[in-house]
């Protein structure tokens, strides 16, 4: 569910040529902001078991300056957690087929109603608050490397 953004290509340029200090300085207000995300995701997501809860991680990328947070990982955590985009973005009502194979051989065909289910948005929630002040702080952030290149501090 990953976003482009126009002149990205153009933005990571810029990431690349910056002072280590500033990237460092940058990969440390993403990483305390994308915890804060990842934890309110965490207090969002349905708990019935507790395995959605424990599929959401956050990988940050301190070469390229950007985050991650939802359902992340392997090929096969991520098949374990199928549900997950179901239960965030929701589902209509409907009717199904289904095929099953009985154990003496052959296959039987019936259909089933499927309930409608709500969305949750626990992943693609917008999560305002923790965005606001996550920009906040990158804010701040920005003037102090800019002031370091200008002289001024």
Do not use: C, H
């Amino acid at each position: 569910m990953a976003r482009r953004v126009q002149g990205g290509a153009s933005i990571r340029r810029l990431f690349r040529s910056l002072p280590d200090a500033a990237r460092d300085e940058i990969a440390t207000v993403l990483d305390d902001g994308s915890r804060e995300i990842e934890r309110q995701m965490v207090a969002r997501a349905p708990r019935r078991t507790g395995a959605l809860q424990a599929g959401i991680k956050r990988r940050l990328r301190r070469n390229s300056l950007s985050v991650s947070i939802g359902i992340t990982g392997s090929k096969a955590e991520k098949r374990k957690l199928f549900y997950a985009r179901i239960l965030d973005l929701g589902r209509k009502g409907q009717t199904v087929t289904a095929n099953r194979r009985n154990p003496g051989g052959g296959t039987s065909r019936y259909t089933m109603r499927v309930r409608a289910i709500g969305a949750k948005r626990f992943v693609t929630g917008r999560y305002s608050d923790a965005r606001a002040v996550l920009n906040n702080r990158l804010k701040g952030v920005w003037d102090r490397i800019l002031r370091r290149v200008a002289g001024g501090d």
